[in-house]
């Protein structure tokens, strides 16, 4: 295979495994939020994007209505927006292959292109994380809902334990230096003020509002909090992958 | 049923922010503060989702074992243990509370 000596996509299949697998906490978790086996799938297949997946399960298990749970999931796509833009001044893809790159710019995807210094290399490693994310995470998602189905009370399994460390987990890559993590605590506080006084999955929203305010006035670098959940090159460098204010 | 209409208009929703950028003029991206308010919408709904999923139980706040989870998840994302790992830590941490009687 003269594709594996390409390091794109070698680095693309890693992050594949790496992220993949984790989909099987997804689809346990969505089915004990009390979606059902395709609702699960439909997610993982359709709207493919592990934090906004995360959220929409988030929101409904916490009791809220589905408008919330789709604001919520769609407030935290608007990223994918921005990576879009990028891959497309990289790979500019064409005809029908730039709709199934829209499908599968994520995270991941797109810090295993922007890391690659060659065109070629960008647009391999693209493709290879893209496609292998979203074949295992598919896999794994179905995987976690048949396994998570047949667990009886979620709670004796500690599951809603589960989901906490899984948003702390998507968070945590974001967190770096202090602007982040002040804007995490302010939300946080605002989450905690809200609750008591609006209906479930609502303060998730006034916080969305919060941090655009802070994005909006403030004058960070431009890629704050745009880290993907897994870091591809975790192994070759640590720190900032961010280019501050010049962009990619 | 109801819940299949707002499930799947969030896939279609999300599906077209992802189009989106594919779409608008690069000069977009000259302007930083776009990039920088779906950063901060990013960690801010992130934040926001952990500490609901941790303190809320509807529309009143509880603290109740998920708070040991959220924080043997911190110590093992400070160990830079892996995804699943600190999914399966959160989990256990949860359940063994209960399982002593801290509800």
């Known amino acids: 295979m003269k594709l594996l000596a390409s ?24 089915v004990t939020s009390g979606l059902n086996f395709w609702q699960t799938m439909a997610l993982s297949l359709l709207l493919f994007s592990g934090g906004s997946q995360f959220a929409f399960i988030g929101v409904v298990a916490g009791g809220g209505s589905g408008v919330a749970a789709m604001s919520a999931a769609t407030l ?32 991941e995807s797109t810090a295993t292109s922007t890391g690659q210094a060659d065109p070629a290399e960008q647009r391999r490693g693209f493709w290879a994380a893209g496609i292998g994310i979203y074949v295992l995470w598919n896999l794994f998602t179905a995987v976690g809902a048949l396994a998570g189905g047949g667990l009886g009370d979620p709670k004796q399994w500690g599951l809603d334990g589960a989901a906490v460390a899984a948003f702390l987990a998507l968070l945590w890559p974001r967190l770096k230096g202090r602007e982040p993590v002040a804007i995490a605590v302010v939300c946080a506080l605002a989450t905690v003020i809200a609750v008591p006084f609006v209906p479930a ?7 969305a509002v919060v941090a655009a305010l802070i994005g909006w006035f403030s004058h960070g670098r431009s890629d704050e909090g745009l880290e993907p959940d897994v870091d591809p090159y975790a192994e070759h460098h640590h720190g900032h992958h961010g280019t501050g204010q010049a962009g990619t | 049923m109801n819940l299949w209409i707002w499930l799947l208009l969030a896939c279609a929703l999300a599906y077209a922010w992802k189009l989106v950028g594919y779409f608008v003029p690069a000069r977009f991206l000259k302007d930083p503060r776009m990039s920088r308010v779906a950063g901060t919408m990013t960690i801010g709904l992130l934040a926001s989702l952990t500490i609901v999923n941790t303190v809320a139980s509807g529309q009143s706040l509880a603290a109740d074992a998920r708070l040991g ?17 600190v999914v399966v830590a959160g989990a256990s941490t949860a359940a063994l509370l209960r399982l002593i009687g801290w509800n």
Request: charge should be positive; glycine fraction near 12%; charged fraction near 10%.
């Open chain 1, 201 to 207: 999955g609502v303060p998730i929203l006034i916080a």
């Open chain 1, 7 to 30: 390091p794109a996509v070698r680095v693309g299949l890693s992050i594949s495994i790496a992220t993949g697998l984790y989909g099987v906490s997804f689809g346990a978790l969505s």
């Open chain 1, 76 to 107: 935290l796509g608007m990223r994918n927006g921005i990576y879009g833009m990028q891959l497309n001044a990289l790979l500019h893809p064409t005809g029908w292959r730039r709709y199934v790159a829209a499908q599968l710019t994520i995270d």
């Open chain 2, 69 to 85: 989870a959220l924080a043997v998840a911190a110590i093992a994302l400070a160990l830079r243990a892996p995804f699943l790992l």
